[in-house]
């Protein structure tokens, strides 16, 4: 899927000549509109786009500042009630960072995939969207985009999507094991239930990506020196295998817009 950074500048769009990398590749593109929310109600007017999913039965949305190490097919064959979703918990990582998160975040606060009860506190109902799982209906379609355009904390959430996705789906989440979501910053403030090899699918959350520091960078707390290697391994590997075609200096040279202040 592929969409504007910004509304109405086509600018802002995923240039050709990237969009051809990608279907060289064998990736399949669809073009994806911009939803801001209007704050003045939904008119139902962007029901038309739901046509786009008529014809899937699961999608499975990833974040692309992650990193997929293992086989991650069962996401389709998760059991989903109707109207509900799939996704980690937003794991509380709030250690050495200062930005706020609510009561309750503190490092014990969650430790495997659990369902939380109804009463819980938002805390342990809140997702991290870098994972999300759905079945595509019209019905969810405008039930999302009306809650987008009248929900009245929207403009007040700090994590947009996810905020508004943890609270409009409250009670309504299948929540998934941390190892097909794991939050960097987990391997410091959870190292007790962080396991190298059960990594399913790291997520570099945070400006401090792998493609944006250099891979001998003292600037990189040690213990996170592992796992941006697994990056760097696989980025040795995709060269090795793509560098002779043609594209490929695009593919560098926007890498290594990186470090000279590249938006992560």
Not at 53 to 81: A, C, H, Q, T
Not at 114 to 141: A, D, M, Y
Not at 178 to 205: G, T
Not at 207 to 225: A, G, I, M, N
């Amino acid at each position: 899927m592929v969409n504007p950074l910004k509304k109405d500048d086509p600018a802002e769009s995923l240039p050709q000549e990237y969009r051809d990398i990608l279907t060289s590749m064998g990736i399949i593109l669809h073009e994806v509109d911009y939803l801001v929310p209007q704050g003045g109600g939904y008119t139902g007017a962007d029901a038309r786009f739901v046509d786009s999913w008529g014809k899937l039965r699961r999608l499975v949305l990833i974040d692309s500042d992650m990193l997929v190490r293992k086989n991650m097919d069962d996401l389709f064959d998760v059991p989903l009630e109707e109207g509900w979703i799939a996704a980690a918990h937003a794991i509380p990582i709030n250690c050495g960072h200062t930005y706020s998160k609510p009561a309750g975040s503190g490092p014990d606060a969650l430790c495997t995939a659990f369902q939380p009860l109804p009463e819980s506190g938002i805390t342990l109902h809140s997702i991290n969207s870098g994972i999300v799982v759905l079945n595509p209906t019209e019905k969810l379609n405008d039930e999302i985009i009306d809650g987008l355009h009248n929900d009245p904390n929207v403009t007040r959430y700090g994590f947009p999507d996810q905020d508004f996705l943890s609270s409009h789906f409250k009670n309504r989440v299948k929540f998934l094991g941390y190892e097909y979501n794991a939050l960097k910053p987990m391997l410091k403030c959870h190292s007790a239930i962080w396991r190298d090899e059960n990594i399913r699918n790291v997520h570099y959350i945070f400006k401090d990506k792998p493609w944006v520091l250099p891979e001998d960078t003292e600037k990189l707390d040690e213990q996170f020196h592992v796992i941006h290697g697994w990056w760097w391994d696989e980025w040795r590997r995709l060269e090795a295998e793509k560098k002779e075609e043609q594209w490929w200096e695009l593919v560098v040279d926007l890498t290594s817009l990186g470090s000279k202040g590249m938006p992560s």
